[in-house]
């Protein structure tokens, strides 16, 4: 059993709060918050603070909060040679430089509070400095998730960079198709098929062969009628992607 | 039951002729392609030709082939008084304009040969200039999905170009992604839960309230930095980008 302390309940905290205190294998000895508001919308029989000071003894201490509030609240936490993680995807082992036992617990997910995820599918990328609690972590990781991965604070970097190609910029392509449908009275669900195969596709052949469309034929005609249905960014985004496209298969045309 | 001619054994084509094939409400009389290669990998109980003055007497002629070769093969069909109908979701009704009888029956979906794809879920989009044609329009659809719309050929080209965005240039995000964790030796299927994620998710949210992300959050140091790891056409798509969805959230940041 591996007793934790968790700070933060935003969209990622809130799902790990569900997580370990669902897992067998995990005692989730306290969870704190910034404001007592947050701390009244979780789990009542979970224990709570807003006080940084008054942390209570646990086998790690799990900081879900974002990228630019790591590094004050680690400097504010006073604990004895205790193994402290975060959650991030972009920063280093550095952030947490006060602290001797210090390790990452990335999980791979887009989190919405809203959202009903299965922690079991999501990847988790742990990093630890020592090897005790490099095995800490991966029991940790193991006791929510089936995929644990190891992974260095460069790859892990490298890693939210694809994410951020292949999630939030997917997404905002999402939000320009719903943009066409909506100003054309057209209803956004006719592409929801689309979009899950288009996703799913690449699980059985890679992005690469699954290419299709007006640019990946060399359709100058279909890409040209296009373009003059478009502007501004939208129509910046078109030319780019057309180019990006024709250039990666401009040898096969 | 309506019968059916298909012309066409491409990507669309190969999974209508199992879908019509399949069908208790169609009777599939013949598949036309150019190529008797291409028919030879067809189901052994359809009738085929490789001439197009050869076809034999349906309700319908469903021609499933590429946008450029629609008015070429229209005007080699000597049909009389038949429904003749093209499958592109960019071009008009106008492709066809020697056939008095026209339409249009546009799968919206991305179709690959080795897909398993279940035509149930697939939205038909369909268009036609005779309420008689209409109607055999709706029944032929109907026969093989459960949504089915009525779309004029305006929306139908919006809607492709909608299509565009969240499935092919989505699709070349996913390459892009791959090649980052290839070059950084991290295992491409790491994203593969997120990406499923971010497709699911827009069913229960908007796109524009489920993004998230550096740009989302205006986080410019995080921005900064992974400008610093990209160069070329993936430095410009992140900039553009970036500046996309800056502009979509700038009165809440």
Redesign the interface.
Known sequence: MISVVLLGTG?LGSHLIKAFHKSKKVKLLQVYSRTQFALDQINKKIPTTTDPSCLVNADIYVLAI???GIKSLANKLILKNKLVVHTSG?IGLDFLINHKRKGVFYP???F?K??S?KFK???I?IEADLEEDRLILLKLAKSISK?V?E?DS??R???H??????????????????N??V??????K???????????????????E????????G?S??IE??RT??AG?EL???T??T???L??YEQEL
């Not at 100003?183 to 956004?188: A, I, L, Q, S, Y």
């Not at 699954?210 to 034929?217: H, L, N, S, V, W």
């Open positions: 969209n974002s990228d630019t972009t791979l997910q887009t919405s809203t959202d995820l599918k999501i990847p990328c995929k991965y992974i460069e790859q970097k490298k890693l960079l694809a994410a951020v190609f292949v999630n939030n910029f997917a997404n905002h392509l999402y939000r320009l198709g719903e066409i449908c100003e054309n009275k057209v209803d956004f006719l592409l929801y098929p689309l979009i899950r195969q288009t996703a799913t596709k690449i699980k059985t052949i890679s992005p690469l699954a290419q299709t469309g007006p640019a990946r034929r359709d005609k279909t009628n296009q249905q478009l960014t910046d985004l078109y780019l992607f180019k990006s496209i250039q990666t």
